[in-house]
């Protein structure tokens, strides 16, 4: 723990001066507000030892973050059936592409692109009267945490302007893949991105993505561990879009990106990182958290491979 604490203050202090070429979200007109120099960090140890450095409680719009959270609820409601509906494959392209999805007869690619997300959204829809208490109330019991809530500038704002995201859910219900009221999926799904964390509540919430499962603060069992270990491998493989390669060449982590400017990571059986930082590169990921998460995988001389 002495030598993570270290590295990561060397790092983290190397990466204050750091010559960020990345570019805020502006497409949902609320991210454009955040401060965007904001930059924080937190990783917490399998032994429960939390390292948060800088605007690590600064509370921030998780975004795709929270497709994870998602995931996870319907995939314990309804095991392998929900591969039905969505694959398991990388993309290859944006993470609001539509090309594939025409294509591919309205089955999205993996629960983490946009149509993915949406249709996971469809599925709890159908099975929740009420999906955003259900969702709210498990991500304050996994954080422990009654404060952590919505934040409903972003999600008025995303709505106003959701286009590209309504196209999406279009064409899946063309092709009968979404089987509730469009505007109410979609009132769903942006609520769920318009989660807000900080760094220091995301790395305790996801440490038991490096516990098999099982969340070390509660023994609750999250997932069970067979389950844990393939949303592991869908972060890896579809975490981070058209970027997903990149990241596991110079990371080599599984991990789930927000174009809040949010990254986090999981090294098994080790550790849960979280970076902000809102400056975004080409593909949606934030341009200093990636090569932060790259120097920290490098100078600790560990990933998964
Ligand atoms: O639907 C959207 O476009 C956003 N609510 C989420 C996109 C996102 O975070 C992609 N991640 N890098």
Redesign the pocket.
């Known amino acids: 723990m002495e030598n993570i604490h270290s590295v990561l203050e060397n790092i983290y202090n190397k990466f204050t001066h750091f010559e960020d070429k990345g570019q805020q979200a502006t ?2 007109p609320e991210l454009a507000n955040v401060n965007e120099n904001l930059f924080g960090i937190s990783l917490t140890t399998l032994n429960q030892e939390q390292v948060n450095l800088g605007d690590a409680q600064q509370k921030f719009s998780v ?3 929270s ?1 994870v959270l998602l995931l996870i609820m319907a995939y314990n409601i309804e095991g392998e059936k929900i591969w039905k509906r969505v694959d398991v494959e990388p993309s290859g392209a944006a ?2 592409s539509m090309i594939l999805l025409e294509l591919e007869k309205g089955i999205p690619r993996n629960p983490f692109i ?1 149509a993915g ?1 949406i249709v996971i959204a469809d599925i709890l829809l159908s099975h929740y009267k009420n999906p955003e208490n259900e969702f709210i109330s498990f991500v304050r019991r996994l954080t422990n945490d009654t404060s952590i809530d919505f934040d409903l500038k972003v999600y008025a704002s ?1 709505k106003s302007v ?1 286009y ?2 309504y196209a999406l859910i279009n064409m899946m219900k063309s092709f009968g893949n979404i089987t509730n009221l469009i505007d109410e999926v979609m009132d769903f ?2 609520k769920i ?2 989660l807000s964390m900080s760094c220091a509540q995301l790395s305790k919430t996801f440490l038991f993505f490096a516990n098999d499962g099982v969340d070390p603060f509660t023994n609750e069992v999250v997932l069970t561990p067979s389950r844990n270990r393939r949303i592991n491998a869908i972060m890896l493989l579809c975490g ?2 058209d970027e997903a390669g990149e990241f596991a060449y110079r990371v080599g982590l599984p991990g789930k ?4 400017g949010g990254i986090l990571a999981i090294l098994p059986n080790k550790y849960a990182v979280v970076v902000f930082s809102p400056k ?1 590169n080409e ?3 934030s341009y200093r958290g990636m090569a932060f998460l790259e120097c920290l995988t490098t100078e600790l001389s560990d990933s998964v491979f």
């Open positions: 497409y949902i975004q795709s973050i497709k993470f609001n946009n997300a995303e959701g590209r995201n799904y942006f991105c318009s981070f879009y990106s927000g174009v809040g975004l593909k949606g990921n």
